[in-house]
């Protein structure tokens, strides 16, 4: 503790490695394990090679964890200030996949910046995290009991949900409008306003239901009854099925897979990456995997309470159940306990948006943890 002292009243260089000090190093090297998993995931998905998607997954990683490390240093007061206009940026592009975005899978979800191909999206989740810990972090928990101070971070949610809606991605704005849920009742919402806006939801669901696109539909439609289209809609979710089943307890062997290499199973390295795991590992790898994601997901729960100003309690706890959602959402799916919503497994599946918004939102928890003993800009109960 001297040490650490001593360099964070020295130069600024020694006050960046007093930081780095005080990173949670446990979690950057289950971050750094989860990664592994995906490698060997995605050289399996390869057919036994590093290319086409081990080896630029491995590229975006080490991209990823640089990142992560300057994020994870920056002070709680700076990323107050980024907030609303990463906030911004997001909703920008949000506008802009509407207008000019590329289509796959039935929907425009991705932009084409600099030959790179980005989902706005997923920055939207991360962004909406940061302005609504900015929010609910400069007023009270008296303020939050009135309505009116909940009805600026409400439309902060709504805006992204419905921009998401009209791409149209219902998994993804699922996610965020969850993740923004989560934060309310975390900030202090009352019990009677969470019952008050619980009410209406299941007939807001029939309504949604009716106005959902044809496709989505038939995957509700599939998800009931896989049977009826074994050759077409119903193909993914049975051979998932039958890849989960022909793992057993201790798999087929890596790289022996039958329906993996033989190319039976569908989006193998992306949405379905995690049933290409468990027919190679069987049921011993398939809960090896989920246990890490577990003990990550426990981890920045943990970093949230741990902090002792609002922001950062927030903030680890957006981050925490926005990735609890991604493997929550993308394991259910594969086991075919919901409709395939296209979400995947975070830093196993290959995609570049996901993984590099992933490691943002660690790099952020991460500065949650360094800076959990600041106190700054706190408002009380008995402020004016």
């Known amino acids: 503790m001297n040490f650490q002292k001593r360099l964070l009243r020295a130069e600024p260089n020694f006050q960046i490695l007093a930081k ?32 086409p998607f081990a080896e630029p997954q491995t590229i975006r990683f080490c991209f990823g964890l640089v990142m992560m490390l ?15 206009p990463l906030y911004g940026v997001s909703l920008l592009l949000l506008v802009a996949v509407l207008r000019m975005g590329h289509v796959g899978k039935g929907a425009e ?36 009991g009135n309505p009116l101070y909940l009805l600026p971070p409400a439309l902060l949610v709504l805006v992204p949900v419905g921009l998401v809606l009209k791409e149209p991605n219902l998994g993804t704005a699922v996610i965020i409008a969850t993740v923004g849920a989560s934060l309310f009742f975390a900030a202090g919402m009352r019990l009677w306003q969470i019952a008050l806006l619980a009410a209406p939801l299941p007939f807001l669901t029939r309504i949604a239901y009716s106005h959902l696109h044809d496709y989505q539909k038939a995957r ?3 998800f009931l009854h896989p049977e009826n289209d074994p050759l077409g809609a119903g193909y993914n979710i049975i051979q998932s099925k039958i890849a989960l089943g022909s793992g057993g307890m201790w798999g087929q062997g890596y790289l022996h897979g039958t329906q993996g290499q033989l190319n039976f199973l569908p989006e193998k390295q ?13 049921y011993v790898g398939g809960a090896a995997v989920i246990g890490l994601l577990l003990v990550m997901i426990l981890g920045g729960m943990l970093i949230a309470i741990r902090s002792r100003n ?75």
């Open 270 to 282: 992306t949405d379905f990456i995690f049933t290409m795991i468990a027919e190679e590992w069987g």
């Open 310 to 384: 609002q922001f950062g309690r927030l903030l680890g706890l957006g981050i925490s159940m926005n990735f609890f959602l991604y493997c929550a959402v993308n394991l259910s799916m594969v086991m075919g306990a919901i409709p395939v919503g296209g979400v995947p497994l975070p830093l196993i599946s290959y995609g570049g948006s996901a993984m590099l918004m992933v490691m943002f939102g660690f790099g952020l928890l991460l500065s949650a943890w360094v800076h959990r003993n600041s106190t700054f800009g706190e408002t009380t109960d008995g402020d004016a």
């Open 220 to 222: 509700v439609i599939t």
């Open 20 to 51: 780095l000090w005080q990173v949670n190093w446990i979690y950057v090297v289950l971050i750094c394990l989860l990664a592994a998993v995906g490698y060997g995931a995605l050289y399996s998905a390869g057919g036994g090679t590093s290319r």
């Open 109 to 144: 979800r991705w932009l084409m910046i600099g030959g790179l191909q980005v989902q706005p999206s997923e920055l939207a989740k991360i962004a909406l995290v940061l302005v609504l810990a900015s929010w609910f972090h400069k007023i009270s928990y008296r303020d939050i």
């Open 70 to 84: 300057g994020v994870a240093l920056m002070s709680p007061a700076v990323l107050v200030r980024l907030a609303w």
